[in-house]
């Protein structure tokens, strides 16, 4: 069942089209991963899909009663948020947020779902930690268990590698897809990987003057793979 539709998308910013013209599903249970050049609109959409900026033109629809602030979202990380003086509990407990509504406190119920989420990405141990004293690749689990939290259905992830060193990485992609395979999470990753990209995802979209959307394989058959795909990045 599509949980994402996005039909006939203009994308950009003060008037400037980055994308035009862009349609894609993505089904529950997808893996979709978003390639492309640099500039070419991947994290612009991300905004758009989150609701965060507007479609120049289009049309973006959620279904089997997926909400906006229903969808988790592990944004690229500033120098700022990095030495966010919280401890890691309270961060990933944030994630609640746009669940919990004008609500002021958290109920049992989302403290034991966010101490869940810690121990299915490993980091239980972290919990009374202070998040900016940790280590890049431990902060991006901690953003992760904060996007499980704000849903049951789909997460967004927006270069959640960037930065990792190599092990920290492969560790990372094998968590996400574990997420996607074992715990039913639909997945839409922007990636400037697409060696990674081909290897866990089950669909690409790749966005820039010529965009695609299929499955892996089609992708791997595709003009798109051709070009760029040699060398393992699309310098995204």
């Known amino acids: 069942m599509a949980l994402l539709t996005c039909t006939d998308l203009s994308l950009g910013y003060e008037g400037r089209i980055i ?68 401890s890691v509990t309270e961060v990933v407990m944030s994630g609640f947020c746009g669940r919990a509504g004008l609500r002021p406190f958290y109920n049992a119920a989302e403290k034991a779902e966010a101490a869940s989420n810690l121990e299915k990405l490993g980091i239980s ?3 009374k930690r202070c998040y900016r004293e940790l280590s890049g690749g431990q902060q991006q689990r ?31 992609y094998e968590i996400i897809k574990d997420l996607n395979t ?34 892996r394989d089609e992708y791997l058959g595709s003009d798109r793979f051709a070009l760029f795909g040699k060398g393992g990045s699309d310098n995204g």
């Open 19 to 86: 994308v035009q013209g862009l349609c894609f599903e993505v089904n529950s249970g997808d893996y979709l991963s978003i390639v492309g050049e640099n500039g070419s609109g991947k994290s612009t959409l991300m905004r758009t899909v989150l609701g965060l900026q507007p479609p120049l033109s289009g049309k973006i629809e959620t279904r089997d009663g997926l909400k906006l602030t229903e969808i988790g979202y592990l944004p690229q990380q500033t120098a700022v948020q990095k030495d966010f003086p919280a």
């Open 125 to 127: 141990n972290l919990a």
């Open 142 to 172: 901690v953003l992760l268990a904060r996007a499980l939290c704000a849903t049951k259905k789909m997460i967004l992830l927006d270069e959640p590698v960037s930065g990792l060193d190599p092990l920290v990485t492969n560790e990372m």
């Open 182 to 215: 074992h715990s039913e999470i639909t997945v839409i990753m922007v990636s400037h990987d697409i060696d990674a990209a081909v290897k866990y995802s089950s669909h690409i979209l790749h966005v820039g003057r010529d965009c695609f959307f299929g499955t």
